[in-house]
Structure formats: C-alpha cells, structure tokens
C-alpha cells in the first residue's frame, strides 16, 4: 500500500514570497490533516478536511494560510506573504478510522 | 484533550526492554492514549492505542494503570532503528476533538549498542 506522498521535500524561499505545498493521501482515506512542525517541537495541527470539507482549522493563520483539497483526495497548502517564522517541516497526514494517522515524509521549509 | 507529561529523554541498551512512562492525571473518561514515534527527519508514526485495558500490538505494549493517570510504552527488545523521539497523547473522542493529535514535547530516546 502506497504512503501519504508530499512534495515538494525541501524549499528554500524569502521572505514574503509565496508557496505552495501538495499532498496525496492514501487510497481510500478521507480525512487529511495538515500539521506544522517548528524545530525542537511536536507537530501542530493547522487544517482538518474530511473529504472536502472542512473540520477544523483554529490553528490556521487565515491571514497568509489557504488550504483546499478538491474532490476530496489531493490537498495543497499555501503560505502568502511568507515570513520567516513559517520555517519549518509541514507534515500532511491521512485517516480512514478515527484511530491511525498515517504521515508522510514532510517538507521542509525554509525561509530566508 | 488532557495534558500528558513525559521525561525529556531516556537510554536505553540494545536488546533490553525500554520502558516510556507517560502522565495524564487529567484524562477523562472518554479519552483514549495514544502513542507516535518520530524517527529523525520522517513523519509520526503511529504505534499503539488503548482505552483502559492494556494493548499489545507487533510494536509495543501498553500498559495503562487502573485509575487510567499514567501509562506506559513497552519496546519489549529496543533495537539502534527504535531512537526516536516518542510522543504520549491523550486524544478525545468526539465534537471538535475529533481526530485531532495535539503533540507535546515527547522523549527521546537513544538506543546505545
């Protein structure tokens, strides 16, 4: 069985430039998460979809984050402006029970 | 979702058991324990779960005490590819909890030869 696929896995960006993050989820799952890690610290959930709608998304800096997942399988998550205190890894994860979280790889941010 | 405290870090000798303690004095009854593991530079990964029985999967075994305050993460036979860093959540079961992982700031542990 294929894992939750991320790309890119690393981007290098200044500040106040914009860009985008994609993620597949695994066949099947209809629940995605988004999470931001900042280094030295546990992951943070940003967004919740539960297939194309969205569940949760209090932790989401509206101002310059935008999250979607069309027809409820890919999802892309955008910075714009970014700033230098979005440097870090964003983890996209899946779910078909409420149970597992299944993660990918992640990519690593880093803005300069 | 309840707060859970663990040690900062932990060794532990390949081959032997590690044993990853966890508070949650505040866990309500609907909540379950959760425990991921980080390896460096890879995503979560879940390992195992449990209500108030203990749980024993291919990975590990949980161990949740009777007043369901603490538990504890069992790697029966610690090998070097077990360094991670280890993350106990309590996780609610419904309403605005749903699904959602809230991570601290985990354990690390180092598995020495």
């Known amino acids: 069985e294929a894992g939750v696929a991320q790309s890119p896995r690393y981007k290098i960006i200044e500040k106040r430039q914009s860009v985008a993050f994609w993620c597949n989820p695994i066949?099947?799952?209809?629940?995605l998460y988004w999470y931001q890690q900042i280094l030295g610290q546990g992951p943070k959930l940003l967004i919740q979809?539960?297939?194309?709608?969205?569940?949760?998304d209090s932790q989401l800096p509206k101002d310059r984050f935008s999250a979607e997942r069309l027809k409820g399988v890919d999802s892309t998550l955008k910075i714009q402006p970014a700033k230098l205190e979005d440097s870090a890894v964003y983890l996209c994860?899946?779910?078909?029970?409420?149970?597992?979280?299944?993660f990918g790889p992640g990519t690593r941010l880093t803005v300069t | 979702d309840a707060k859970t405290t663990q040690p900062t870090s932990m060794d532990c000798a390949e081959g032997r058991a590690a044993n990853l303690p966890c508070n949650h004095s505040?866990?309500?009854?609907?909540?379950?324990v959760y425990w991921y593991r980080q390896i460096h530079s890879q995503g979560p990964q879940y390992i195992i779960h449990?209500?108030?029985n203990n749980e024993t999967n291919e990975m590990a075994s949980l161990i949740i005490t009777e007043d369901r305050k603490s538990s504890t993460l069992i790697l029966p036979h610690a090998t070097l590819r077990d360094t991670a860093v280890y993350y106990c959540?309590?996780?609610?079961?419904?309403?605005?909890?749903?699904?959602?992982?809230?991570f601290g700031q985990g354990t690390i542990l180092t598995v020495h030869p």
């Open positions: 959540i309590v996780k609610g079961s419904g309403g605005t909890s749903y699904g959602k992982l809230t």
């Open positions: 449990g209500l108030k």
């Open positions: 979809f539960q297939n194309n709608g969205v569940v949760d």
């Open positions: 066949s099947g799952h209809a629940t």
């Open positions: 994860a899946s779910s078909l029970s409420y149970y597992e979280q299944y």
């Open positions: 505040t866990i309500s009854g609907n909540e379950y």
